[in-house]
Structures are given as C-alpha cells and as structure tokens.
C-alpha cells in the first residue's frame, strides 16, 4: 500500500467550478486571479455601482451651488384692467447679483470640498470591497488546500481498512473491530471532505454576488498566494508613517474639515441675505434703468451666534475623528506587522512538523504488519499527520489574509491599480470651464463614469 501520495493535482483540479452551477449551454467561465478579481468587481460590484451615483449627485450640488452664483432678473407685474390703467405693467425690476452674497462663495466651495470627500469614499468604498473579494478569494484557496489535507487522510484510512480486509480474507488474524474502526474513521473523514464542499458553495455563492455574476457563470478559482510586503521587515514606526501619509481616510478627514471650515463662514456671513440692483417700485418703464440702485438684505435673529457655535464644534469633531483615525491605523499596522511575524513561523514549525509526522506514521504502520503495535497507534499517527497539515494550511490562510490587510494599507500589489476618481483635472480651473461645469459644454466635461470608471 502507498502510504500519503500527494494529492496536489486533485486540489488544483477540484476548484469551485466543480460546485453546481447553471445550465452547461448558457454558462460562460470565469478564471480567477488577483487581477481579474480586480477587474471584475470595480466595473460590476453594485455598492460600488451605488457609491459612483453618490459621486454624480455630488458633482450636481457643485454646479447647482455655480449655478446659484449668477445674476437673475426679477419682474415684478401689476394689472391695471380694473382701475382703467394698462392691462399689464411693470411695477418693479431687480437685478439679483448673487455673487456679492460671501455665503454663496462658501457654500460653493463647500461644495466643491464634499465632491472631493466623496470621490475619497468612493475610492476607499473600491479599496474594502477588493480586499473583502480578495479576502474570500485566499480563503476559497486555502479551504481547497483543507480539503486536499482531508481527501488525503480519507485516502489513507480506506487504504488501511482494505489492506485489514484483505489480511482478514487471507490470513484470518485481524480483529473485526480494526475493520470497523477503520472504516468509521474514514466515513468521519468523508464527512468532513462534505462540511468543507458545504463551505466552498457558501463562499462561491460569496464571490458571485461580489461580482455580479449569474447562476449559470461558473467561477474557477486560480492558485495564487498574496505576495509578500517589502515593509514586513521594516521598522514599525517608518511602516506607519507611510500608511498615514498615503492613507485614503485622512485625505476624505481634511477635505470634510474644510468643508465644516465653509460652513462656518457662511453662517458668518449668514447676515447678508441678497444683494442686487433694485429699482423703486412705480418707477415708469422708461425711467426703470435710470433710478437703479444698488441694495442688500440684512438679517440678524438670536441664532446668529449659536450656529456659528455649531459650526465650530463639528469642526472640532471632525479634528477629533481625525487623531481617531491615526490611532486606528497605527494599531492596524502593528498587529498586522505583528501577526504575520508569527504566521511565518507557524507555516515552518508546522511544515517540519508534517514531515516528521509521516516518517512517524510510515513506521507504525510497519510495526503494525508485523504485530508489533496495534491499530491505534496507526490511526493516531495518521490523525497527527493531518492535523499538522491542517494547521500549515491554516497558517498560510492566516498569513495571506494579513498580507491583503497590509497591501490594503500601504496601497500596494493589487491595491495600487484600483483606479479611484479624477474628478477635477486641471484644466476644469478655467473660466470657460466654471460655465461649462454649469450648462454641460465643451471636452474639458467629462462624465462621471469616464473619470471614474476607466476601460481598464
């Protein structure tokens, strides 16, 4: 009997595929790497179909809030019929000139400031959900791995049940109860083979929804292991300092301060309503354009002073997130740094652990065949031995999945390609531009979906 054949080939044949899927005719496959995970979800995930439209709804508060800057004209009209006077007459005109109001400059670049935050959170919305895929992605890859250390224990304990059913047949010296044991521990491990399929439909079902893929699609998963991070043998405190300095949540913090920092000096300027050219109302039509006059509205109420107080605190809040923010991302990274140190030394003790084990297990069985052990100690060693691969097999779960946390941090590996929005490119500074961001002309103009959903 060959004892512990590799099964490697079984578990790179087996991949989610093999799973039920849809009707053979109409499915098409999909082969997945890091890469095309990558791909998949930012054009076809639909939080992130969600998000972009909260992207479009910001950039049409920014050019609402333009749009709120232009000049109007108000008529104003009286009719006369009954009093004997002309039908229709105007009896007021003013100019409205809402760009001297300094309330409606603020609540522009507020504006202008939540687009940025909220194409940061459309970027970091890209960035949790590709880690959430490629966290799923590991873990289908390692249950395989789970499931070949299981196959292969299976494998072995039919292999010793059938070599004590044939000494039975020809020789007659094996207990009934070795058969049995044997048996039922290899129906155990069949039924673990069982609960790790039940596991892989459950994630399959996982990734298909991720990805927006229909029942019929069939997934099939490519073996690949989250490469390693030059930062994991850096200095804790350098490996911070580059998280925070490149990090997507400080970036969307500082754009909402300055939004809270606009909304403050608008209520500063809250007093001043309007402003405009009036012109007196009974002022003939003919004489209307000479008797203009510039005006403004005032108003000061009692909660003058307590929305600026409000406003100041928010601001205040939004400081406060921010040390929050640092203090979670410092943490982050030193039980990430941390944890993969240990991930890489349990993967060696229990990689020399194995092969010792089945040295262990080789010789009892041998033992065995020559009476000189019973099948308990056989069976322990080959439980041993599948326990040690299993716990490798953990291990490099473990280690992939902190690696995907670290790479999420530092922006790096797959996490470097996720496209993010250009929402602003440079030329949009023009004044040709600030009209055409209002009424929808010239090339500069891109759509939302151009600038943030790329071809590639």
């Not at 040295?359 to 056989?378: C, I, M, N, P, W």
């Not at 992939?400 to 440079?426: K, M, V, W």
Request: aromatic share 8%.
């Amino acid at each position: 009997m060959k004892l512990r054949k590799s099964c490697l080939p079984f578990v790179v044949a087996f991949s989610i595929a093999s799973l039920p899927s849809g009707p053979a005719s109409a499915a098409r496959t999909y082969k997945l790497t890091p890469a095309t995970l990558r791909t998949m979800l930012v054009h076809s995930n639909l939080p992130i179909m969600i998000e972009l439209n909260q992207v479009h709804q910001a950039k049409d508060q920014v050019s609402i809030a333009r749009g709120n800057l232009l000049p109007r004209l108000n008529l104003g009209a009286s009719l006369g019929a009954l009093t004997g006077g002309p039908a229709f007459a105007l009896s007021a005109v003013t100019f409205l000139l809402p760009f001297l109001v300094p309330s409606n400059w603020a609540n522009l670049h507020q504006s202008e400031h939540l687009l940025s935050a909220e194409k940061e959170s459309y970027l970091l919305l890209e960035l949790n959900q590709y880690a959430s895929a490629y966290t799923v992605y590991t873990t289908v890859l390692g249950d395989i791995g789970l499931r070949g250390v299981l196959v292969q224990q299976y494998n072995d304990l039919i292999g010793i049940r059938d070599w004590l059913i044939n000494q039975k047949k020809f020789i007659g010296t094996v207990p009934q109860s070795d058969i049995d044991n044997a048996d039922a521990q290899a129906k155990l491990a069949y039924a673990s083979i069982s609960a790790i399929d039940e596991l892989l439909v459950t994630e399959k079902a996982a990734l298909r929804q991720m990805l927006a893929l229909g029942l019929s699609d069939n997934i099939v998963i490519e073996p690949n292991h989250v490469p390693a991070s030059p930062t994991e043998s850096m200095a804790l405190a350098k490996v911070v300092s580059k998280v925070q300095s490149i990090a997507p949540e400080n970036a969307q913090i500082s754009f909402l301060y300055q939004a809270a920092q606009d909304v403050r000096w608008s209520k500063v300027f809250g007093f001043m309503s309007s402003a405009g050219l009036n012109v007196a109302q009974g002022s003939g039509i003919s004489t209307a354009f000479s008797n203009m006059a510039v005006g403004t509205n005032f108003s000061i109420g009692f909660d003058y002073v307590p929305n600026i107080q409000l406003a100041n605190d928010n601001m205040l809040q939004i400081q406060l997130r921010a040390r929050e923010l640092r203090l979670q991302e410092q943490q982050v990274v030193e039980a990430t740094l941390g944890s993969v140190s240990e991930a890489k030394k349990q993967i060696d003790a229990t990689s020399i652990a194995e092969t010792e084990l089945v040295s262990v297990y080789q010789a009892e069985f041998r033992k065995y065949t020559l009476g000189l052990s019973d099948l308990l100690h056989v069976l322990d060693a080959e439980t041993k031995i599948s326990q040690a691969s299993a716990a490798r097999v953990k291990a490099q779960i473990d280690l992939d999945t902190l690696r995907i946390t670290l790479h999420r941090e530092l922006l790096s590996d797959q996490f470097n390609y996720i496209p993010g929005c250009a929402i602003r490119p440079a030329a949009d500074a023009s004044d040709r531009a600030f009209w055409g961001n209002i009424f929808h002309w010239g090339s500069n103009n891109l759509s939302i979906d151009q600038v943030c959903r790329p071809a590639n």
